[in-house]
C-alpha cells in the first residue's frame, strides 16, 4: 500500500500517515467508509486531497485574529485621551474670551479707623519710672508694648471701629492681652500673665453677620481670615477673659496691645 485509504497522500515510513495520522495498516472505518463513498459517487471531480479539510479553516481563523489584534492596537495608539471613561461625568470645555480681575489688594486699615471703647484705667507709672497711659488707639499703633486697657472684668464689653468708606474686610485679629515686657533691676517684668487675658471675642458687621475667634494665651497678633464682608463699622465684643494676675505683680485689668483689620476699599 502506497497512499493512505483515508486521505489518499502517498505514505511514508511509520505506522502513521504523516498526513492525517491514519494507521497505515487499518482500513477505514466502515461509517467513514460510506460517506467517503458517498461523497465521491457525488462528486467525480473533487480536487485532491492532499491537505486536510481543516486547514483552510485554521489558516483563515489565524488570519481573521491577527487582523483583528492589528486594528485593536491602531486603534489603542490612535484613540485620544479625550475620552470619557465609562462612569466618569464629564464636562463641554468652556472658553473664556475676558481675563478674569485679579483679586482686590489687602491691606492694613487699622492705622486709619476711628475707635469708640469703654472707659480706659488711668495712666500709670511703670516700674522703669515712666509714664503709661491705656487710650484706646493704643490698640491701632502697631507697637504691642502699648495697650489699651480698663479695669476688672470686660467681658460683655464692645468696642467700635469704625472705617473712612465701605470696605471689604477679610482679616481680623489681635493682641488679646497686655504684651509689655519692662526692666526691673536685673531682669524684666513680663505684664502679659499678669493682667487678664482675652479668650473668646466676636466681630460684628453692619449686616449683622459675625464671626467668633478664639484666643490662645500668647502674646502674639493672633489672626482670622473671615469670609469677605463689607462694612463700615467693625464691632469687637469680648466674650471671655480669664482671671485677674496673680501674686504681688497681679493686676485686676482686662487689656488689648493691638487689632488688625485688613481689606481694602468696596467697589
Known sequence: MTTCVRCGHELGIGRFCLNCGHPVDEPLPAQ??????????SS???????????????????????????????AAFLGGDDD?????????RQTSTES???????????????????????PTTDLDGRLVSYGPRRMLDG???????????????????SL???TTIRRVGLVNGYARKVPSGTS??????????????????????????ELREKPKLQRLTIDPVTTTTVQL????????????????YTAISDVLLAGAPAA
Not at 36 to 41: A, P
Not at 47 to 73: I, T
Not at 84 to 92: C, L, Q, R, S
Not at 150 to 156: E, L, Q, R, V
Open 44 to 74: 467525480p471531480d473533487r480536487p485532491d486531497l492532499g491537505s486536510p479539510s481543516w486547514v483552510p479553516w485554521a489558516v483563515g481563523a489565524s488570519l481573521l485574529l491577527m487582523v483583528l489584534g492589528v486594528l485593536a492596537v491602531l
Open 32 to 41: 467513514e467508509a460510506r460517506l467517503t463513498t458517498l461523497h465521491e459517487e
Open 237 to 252: 465684643r469680648v466674650l471671655a477673659v480669664t482671671a485677674p494676675g496673680a501674686g504681688v505683680l497681679g493686676r485686676d
Open 84 to 92: 470619557p471613561a465609562e462612569g466618569v461625568a464629564t464636562e463641554p
Open 164 to 166: 473712612r468708606e465701605a
Open 188 to 213: 524684666l517684668v513680663d505684664w502679659y500673665p499678669n493682667n487678664r487675658r482675652i479668650t473668646l471675642v466676636e466681630w460684628i458687621f453692619d449686616d449683622g453677620t459675625s464671626v467668633q475667634q
Open 100 to 122: 478674569e480681575a485679579p483679586p482686590a489688594e489687602t491691606i492694613d486699615l487699622t492705622s486709619t479707623v476711628r475707635v469708640k471703647a469703654p472707659p480706659a484705667a488711668p
Open 143 to 161: 507697637e504691642p508694648a502699648t495697650a489699651w486697657r480698663t479695669a476688672g472684668d470686660a467681658t460683655g464689653q464692645t468696642i467700635t471701629f
